[in-house]
């Protein structure tokens, strides 16, 4: 007689029933319905699209509360620009209404030149360390005051330096003008020479990049030395070269009131949203110099308080009125990108709502369904068990008996 035993059966329906009891009894505890791929494959691959969504959108939520703090510190060193500005305008203004003292005209100059300190201060705003007015270059002050003359730490009597010594390969020279605003920036290829960075210092006085005069020479100490013979212009130079050493400024030589920009005329971009930058800096250069000539026109405001002459004073206050006019300009897309930010942010906080509701419909379940399903994985568990507690004891060994 053939036997059929009934234990598999029951076993896997025991092992069914365990299983859809576990499910349930996580599912009560954790609130989800989806708590393991193989609960609803389909489910957890939207799920997976759904939080890499959201992850994006908590780092451009990020981004913008960062962003928006350097942006508002930014837009508070302008705002101090723009008063101390104004401050300017209306010194200038009375001191060129010609019934002033020598005194008086001595005290307006003074304040002028402590106000383009200030300014040169706010130029050179940081924020958590990060320095923002200086393009991609944030670690350090973008305005430097500037020097007739800089030399170099390397090359001595014993030792001289001299127009055939090699340069280094891939290093580079940066010779920066207060006057022009305008920076040269030497690469040294393989080959060149200190008489080629000469070379390319006179071209850039050709071009206008450098003042007039500016030089590269060696000196009697054997140093590199590279000045302007302006004693209204002046120049901050550095290099990385070993072969060169430190450029530092010669004693004595630096320029009453002249700052010359050091940083680069770089926008940095930050994403706040799927294929969404924004600016997050305005380069110095466009602040102070060649953008606005705020530097420039305070300067020349400064020597015709000195020299006394309305005439002059007053075609310097209008060169200063018209820097303000032009950091405006400069301004106003800043303030832009603010309001933009808290749009953004808006947007992007509701868009975490919308995915919040979106995640919960895929994996979650309410609290009464999995109760529900929990009482009836319960009952069902019990039925099986019952069941099996019946067909198990008749085993094979039952129909073996003499």
Do not use: C, H, W
Request: proline content about 3%.
């Amino acid at each position: 007689m053939r036997v059929t035993s009934l234990i598999p059966d029951v076993q896997y329906q025991m092992q069914q029933s365990a299983q859809a009891l576990a499910t349930a009894d996580e599912q009560v505890s954790t609130g989800l319905r989806v708590n393991q791929l193989s609960d609803d494959p389909a489910a957890s691959a939207n799920m997976v699209t759904s939080l890499a969504a959201s992850s994006n959108v908590d780092q451009y939520t990020t981004n913008i509360s960062s962003l928006t703090s350097q942006m508002q510190t930014a837009d508070s060193a302008m705002s101090s620009i723009v008063t101390a500005l104004n401050t300017a305008i209306t010194t200038g203004t009375t001191a060129a209404n010609g019934t002033q003292s020598a005194a008086n005209q001595q005290a307006a100059a003074a304040q002028i030149e402590s106000l383009l300190g200030d300014i040169v201060t706010q130029g050179n705003t940081s924020f958590q360390g990060t320095y923002l007015f200086g393009g991609s270059l944030t670690s350090a002050p973008p305005f430097v005051a500037a020097s007739t003359t800089y030399t170099s730490s390397t090359g001595t009597a014993a030792a001289p330096l001299a127009m055939t010594t090699p340069l280094t390969a891939g290093d580079t020279t940066t010779i920066s003008d207060a006057t022009t605003g305008k920076s040269l920036v030497f690469t040294a290829s393989a080959g060149d020479t200190v008489a080629t960075l000469a070379a390319a210092v006179s071209g850039a006085v050709a071009a206008g990049t450098l003042s007039a005069g500016t030089t590269l020479t060696i000196n009697g100490s054997g140093q590199l030395q590279i000045s302007t013979n302006s004693a209204s212009a002046g120049i901050v130079v550095s290099s990385n070269d070993p072969a060169l050493g430190t450029m530092n400024a010669a004693a004595g030589t630096s320029v009453p009131n002249a700052y010359a920009y050091v940083g680069n005329g770089t926008v940095n971009a930050v994403p706040v949203g799927l294929s969404q930058t924004v600016a997050s800096n305005v380069p110095g250069d466009q602040l102070l110099t060649t953008g606005t000539n705020v530097i420039g026109s305070l300067n020349q405001l400064i020597s015709a308080i000195n020299s006394n002459n309305s005439t002059q004073i007053g075609a310097a206050v209008n060169a200063v009125t018209s820097a303000l006019n032009s950091l405006s300009s400069v301004r106003e897309p800043m303030d832009n990108t603010i309001s933009q930010l808290n749009s953004q942010e808006s947007y992007l906080s509701q868009e975490k709502v919308t995915l919040s509701s979106e995640q919960n419909s895929l994996v979650g379940i309410s609290l009464s369904t999995a109760a529900t399903n929990l009482s009836q994985a319960e009952t069902q568990n019990d039925a099986v068990l019952a069941a099996a507690a019946k067909a198990i004891p008749e085993s094979l060994l039952n129909y073996l008996q003499p």
